[in-house]
């Protein structure tokens, strides 16, 4: 099954139609929100997102991880290759107890078990895959976009999820009034070695104030099979402080008992262009 849907991924994002959606003028990042950005880098650039997360269980875990790196790379004007490179992580747990929380700037809840006591080592690799521009005809200032990739199990146990894991998303923003725009993204993600898919949810409203600051308000659902779901809220600020630099701030906290209680986290992206072989 893991095979099939490896090729399946690889297909989808060979016979989806180009346009060129790029964020050519300023850097726009998938962080911090959870909701990626349906832009794509220019071609033959080289962008890194960065940044660092503290997260409170409501079992009273502690939980850090940095530096939560996603490397985005311009294949063509519609076309690029994504990925999280693992991260090091540091977990205190009081005592064994059920994980469920964030774990990575690219959360998945799951209901693992975590041993009590002082915990670190590196996370696994996320969403290795391709970001697909989407060109759609029905709605004006629409941008959309397909994601494909997978996450490959090469961290530490404790933070390491069971066996290869297939993603699919697709995220969207459209403004909507003035300096007002909404977004989202909806995914799917086959965990627990095959046995169970996650849907996650995502909706998020932006406020824009001049060209290179904004605030946003982000609701994050998870919902897993043969699992609770697990619902949060999220708020967040982004900087530009040029065109190929940006720095961020954000925090949230759970809905429900089995989303972490509270986090927060800073981010520094920036961004290459122009280079040799791609360009």
């Known amino acids: 099954m893991k095979t099939h849907a490896v090729i399946l991924l690889i297909y989808i994002s060979c016979i989806l139609p180009s346009v060129a959606l790029t964020s050519a003028d300023d850097i726009d990042t998938n962080r911090p929100s959870f909701t990626d950005s349906p832009l794509v880098v220019p071609q033959a650039s080289l962008e890194l997102e960065n940044g660092t997360m503290y997260q409170h269980s409501q079992h009273g875990k502690n939980y850090v991880d940095i530096p939560e790196n996603e490397i ?52 696994d690799l996320y969403e290795v895959g391709i970001k697909q521009a989407i060109k759609q005809p029905l709605f004006k200032d629409l941008n959309l976009a397909f994601i494909g990739g997978v996450n490959a199990p090469v961290g530490k146990q404790v933070f390491s999820s069971t066996g290869v894991q297939p993603v699919l998303r697709a995220p969207w923003s459209k403004p909507v009034y003035g300096s007002w725009s909404v977004s989202g993204m909806q995914s799917l993600i086959v965990i627990n070695s095959g046995r169970d898919v996650q849907w996650q949810n995502f909706w998020l409203i932006n406020k824009s104030f001049g060209s290179r600051t904004s605030i946003f308000i982000e609701y994050a659902g998870f919902i897993t099979h043969h699992n609770s779901a697990s619902n949060i809220i999220h708020f967040g600020i982004v900087r530009k402080l040029n065109a190929h630099n940006q720095i961020d701030l954000h925090f949230g906290f759970g809905l429900d008992k089995t989303a972490p209680a509270t986090f927060v986290g800073t981010g520094y992206s920036f961004r290459f262009d122009h280079l040799p072989l791609l360009d």
């Open 72 to 123: 985005r790379l311009g294949l063509t004007n519609s076309t690029e290759f994504q990925m999280f490179t693992p991260s090091w992580a540091f977990l205190n747990s009081p005592q064994s107890s059920s994980s469920v929380g964030l774990a990575t700037s690219r959360p998945s809840f799951t209901n693992s078990q975590t041993p009590g006591g002082f915990q670190t080592g590196i996370t």
